[in-house]
């Protein structure tokens, strides 16, 4: 999608750019340089396409803390490096 009519003043249209996107996120501020946006080109309406909105909630979604690592896996990655110090002597 090269441009699209703007859904803000219905006059403009909204051409893909790249600036640097900066909001208010909890009590900080989160800046992305570089960042695609479609910008009107009559009243300046912003809008970031869906390819961004995904990366952006994947970054700023809090880590899930109901992980926990699995008893067998420490096992493994504890044989691996036992692997790995037999193999210098």
Known sequence: MESFECPNCMVGRCRLEHQTFVTRY?????????????????CGYHELPHRVLTLFDKLLKPPDTNYTQSPSSSAILSEKTNLKKL???
Not at 26 to 42: H, L, Q, R, S, W
Request: glycine share 10%; aromatic share 10%.
């Open 26 to 42: 909890g009590k900080g501020i989160f800046c992305a340089p570089n960042t695609e946006v479609y910008v009107c080109d009559m």
């Open 87 to 89: 193999s210098r002597m």
